[in-house]
T-cell receptor, first 114, second 117 residues
Framework: AQKVTQAQTEISVVEKEDVTLDCVYE???????LFWYKQPPSGELVFLIR??????QNEISGRYSWNFQKSTSSFNFTITASQVVDSAVYFC???????????FGKGTLLTVNP | DTEVTQTPKHLVMGMTNKKSLKCEQH?????MYWYKQKAKKPPELMFV???????INESVPSRFSPECPNSSLLNLHLHALQPEDSALYLC????????????????FGPGTRLTVT
């Protein structure tokens, strides 16, 4: 069975603060894929990143960075110098090696206040 | 801008109506998906089409009927819906849906907000 836990239901920060969204996953697959999606109020899920289980390198893209640690089964997402436009629900998701299905976490609502 | 488009953006229908949701992708993907998302919940998978054939039906009631006329288009036909079917319906596509390529990320459309009265 696969499971994704996003323990933070809601986070509120002031603009320019750094914020980390936590994601912990469970899977029995040795090969798996982790994803982050952003869902702004408009509704569309925007793909942010995919990380393969065999690639533990962290990644940085502009103000976004991701920390993948297999030892703790975590795939955390940090936004540096947050902006109001970052306000959205963020979903972490997992897909196992032979599984067609994306397992989503419950999402974290991030509100960035001016 | 998303390369997965959905129409209409909003739909209000009565329980006796028949309506259709439409989705189109312009990325040459061979897999397309329908998801249902209730407020404050993650998306729930409904159907998967792979190479224009229905490969997965997640035990969805028959009042939802998917159709894939070609590799770029995906429809969801709605008939005799219930008020609890009110939700955001999301279409997604990916390069492949086969178990041999689970790495491909899914790209989502903007969704159709459906209200059943």
């Amino acid at each position: 069975a696969q499971k994704v836990t996003q323990a933070q239901t809601e986070i509120s920060v002031v603009e320019k603060e750094d914020v980390t969204l936590d994601c912990v996953y469970e899977t029995r697959d040795t090969t798996y894929y982790l994803f982050w999606y952003k869902q702004p109020p408009s509704g569309e899920l925007v793909f942010l990143i995919r990380r393969n289980s065999f690639d533990e390198q962290n990644e940085i893209s502009g103000r976004y960075s991701w920390n993948f640690q297999k030892s703790t089964s975590s795939f955390n997402f940090t936004i540096t110098a947050s902006q109001v436009v970052d306000s959205a629900v963020y979903f972490c998701a997992l897909r196992g090696g032979s599984n067609y299905k994306l397992t989503f976490g419950k999402g974290t609502l991030l509100t960035v206040n001016p | 801008d998303t390369e997965v488009t959905q129409t209409p953006k909003h739909l209000v229908m009565g329980m006796t109506n028949k309506k259709s949701l439409k989705c189109e992708q312009h990325m040459g993907h061979r897999a397309m998906y329908w998801y249902k998302q209730k407020a404050k919940k993650p998306p729930e998978l409904m159907f998967v089409y792979s190479y224009e054939k229905l490969s997965i039906n997640e035990s969805v009631p028959s009042r939802f009927s998917p159709e894939c006329p070609n590799s770029s288009l995906l429809n969801l036909h709605l008939h005799a819906l219930q008020p609890e079917d009110s939700a955001l319906y999301l279409c997604a596509s990916s390069q492949d849906a086969s178990g041999s390529n689970p790495s491909y990320e899914q790209y989502f459309g903007p969704g159709t907000r459906l209200t059943v009265t």
